[in-house]
């Protein structure tokens, strides 16, 4: 059974910095892929950003390409999401999850996912 934990949500104010990291356990790490999504009040959850298992290809959201960058250390069994100027419309709670099978920017290709971290981004 995998376990992600996500760490090092906050609040930051507009134009600001953030990271947050997600630690798995539980399953090899570097044999999966990992990815971020987002979920803010009453919206749906959303792509943001992908990573394979090697870490040699990503992919990012539109509305974060540019902003974001995702990463990963397989020897600390983490993935990282750096935020850059942040926005406010960036506000909600970040998920990170792994997929067994398949690189996928769609959340269903997910079979484990943390338990979330807020980030908020003040205007």
């Known amino acids: 059974q995998a376990q992600l934990v996500e760490s090092g949500g906050g609040l930051v104010q507009a134009g600001g910095s953030l990271s947050v990291s997600c630690t798995a356990s539980?399953?090899?790490?570097?044999?999966?892929?990992m990815a971020w999504f987002r979920q803010a009040p009453g919206k749906e959850r959303e792509f943001v950003a992908a990573?394979?298992?090697?870490?040699?290809?990503?992919d990012y959201a539109d509305s974060v390409k540019g902003r974001f960058t995702i990463s990963r250390d397989n020897a600390k069994n983490t993935v990282y999401l750096q935020m850059n100027s942040l926005k406010p419309e960036d506000t909600a709670v970040y998920y990170c999850?792994?997929?067994?099978?398949?690189?996928?920017?769609?959340?269903?290709?997910?079979?484990?996912w943390g338990q979330g971290t807020q980030v908020t981004v003040s205007s």
């Open positions: 999850a792994s997929s067994t099978y398949s690189y996928s920017l769609n959340e269903r290709s997910y079979d484990y």
């Open positions: 539980g399953r090899t790490f570097n044999r999966y892929n």
């Open positions: 990573i394979s298992w090697s870490g040699g290809r990503t």
